[in-house]
């Protein structure tokens, strides 16, 4: 059944040996190897981020989907909105360990950076989103972060808003009832797809300009391949290969277990996947995260614990290939994924349709 996604994800990576790596889409599994591989090849990121068929972009989309991004109406006390936890003024997350939403309570995970996120298939650190439609459904209605009962709530609150009610028609003008939930996620999304950072230093030394990084640097993108980093975190994104969305690719962490690391940083006390299948067979797995703009999205990991890039460095080489990195080569490496930094193109902070002259969130 899976022979087709195997095939093209082999290709993709040019593996030659395998182990430890889950391939996730319509609820099956299935387990591979990544146990030295090498990547003998990398493309730039490209400038435009793929539109699934099903909700392709238009300019009043995506004005809707950010407007709807920055206005914190969306929460149920007006306090949040998902530029707070993903702040595009910054790096596209908000530089915390745990994020605080309604009424300043914490998650339980960091936020992964928006940008780039439209090259990844499956979201959140657990894979739990098959894509970022779905993906921006899921914080309207979690307690912790915006905290409305139900998407309902949401809906009635943005059709009480005749700001919103014209800009939906605009961006779904076939649509008898445009303000939907699903229309909602929907520009979003698109607009998320904006978000994409493809003019890092590294793009242009793919794209030709050998001068565009460091010798340093130079030696750290040799460095990632040879010691086996690119086994897992390869793609344009570098965050697996490219697969159909909705297929997650997973990898256990740590795949090394009892190292001082994971009892420092407590890396295994959240079980990881598990938490969305409740499969025992997913605890532990995490979706392969990207290294695009990683020196700029600290603290890491999925429980923010890790403060500093090197020190990431150290413990992803020695909780997922068991090596103990010289300090020379862990600082090749931190100057090569800092040649990944990027800023997406400028956002202008859009106007806020106003409310109808009385409030559309509880006040109380």
């Known amino acids: 059944m899976y022979s087709h996604v195997a095939a093209a994800l082999l290709e993709s990576l040019q593996m030659k040996t395998f182990s430890q790596v889950r391939l996730v889409g319509g609820g099956i599994a299935l387990v591979l190897a990544l146990k030295g591989a090498a990547v003998s090849g990398q493309d730039p990121l490209p400038r435009v981020a793929p539109s699934p068929t099903g909700n392709p972009q238009t300019p009043a989309k995506i004005e809707l989907g ?8 969306l929460s149920a006390d007006g306090t949040v909105s998902c530029n707070s936890c993903h702040n595009v003024m910054g790096a596209g ?16 995970r960091s936020a992964p950076t928006v940008f780039n996120a439209a090259f990844l298939s ?6 739990r989103a098959p894509s970022l439609e779905e993906q921006a459904k899921g914080p309207l209605i979690n307690p912790v972060e915006m905290g409305n009962k139900d998407h309902a ?7 009480q808003i005749p700001g919103y009610v014209a800009a939906f028609s605009r961006a ?4 008898e009832d445009p303000v939907t939930i699903d229309r909602l996620a929907q520009a979003i999304a698109v607009y998320e797809r904006t978000l994409i950072t493809p003019d890092s230093s590294f793009d242009h030394f793919l794209r030709g300009n050998r001068r565009a990084i460091s010798a340093q640097a130079e030696a750290g993108w040799k460095r990632v391949q ?11 994104a570098f965050a697996g290969p490219a697969l159909p969305e909705g297929t997650g690719f997973y990898q256990r962490f740590p795949a090394y277990p009892g190292t ?24 532990g797995f995490w979706r392969v995260a990207s290294w695009r703009n990683v020196a700029l999205t600290a603290p890491y990991f999925h429980n923010g614990s890790v403060a ?48 109808p002259g009385r409030a559309v969130v509880d006040v109380r």
């Open 93 to 108: 997350d908000d530089g915390r360990s745990f994020s605080s939403g309604l009424r300043g309570q914490r998650g339980g």
């Open 260 to 283: 001082e690391y994971e009892r420092k940083y407590e890396l295994s006390k959240d079980t990881g996947r598990m938490d969305a299948t409740k499969n025992p067979a997913d605890k």
């Open 153 to 159: 709530q949401v809906i009635a609150r943005l059709k």
């Open 122 to 127: 499956v979201q959140f650190w657990d894979g």
């Open 308 to 355: 500093t890039l090197d020190e990431a460095v150290r413990v992803m080489a020695k909780t997922q290939l068991n090596k103990d990195l010289p300090e020379a080569e862990v600082a090749e490496i931190v100057a090569f994924l800092e040649t990944l930094s990027a800023s997406p193109a400028r956002t202008q902070m859009p106007i806020l349709p106003p409310n």
């Open 66 to 73: 950010k407007t709807l991004y920055f206005d914190p109406r």
């Open 226 to 236: 040879a010691v086996g980093c690119t086994s897992c975190h390869g793609g344009v």
């Open 172 to 175: 779904f003008p076939n649509s």
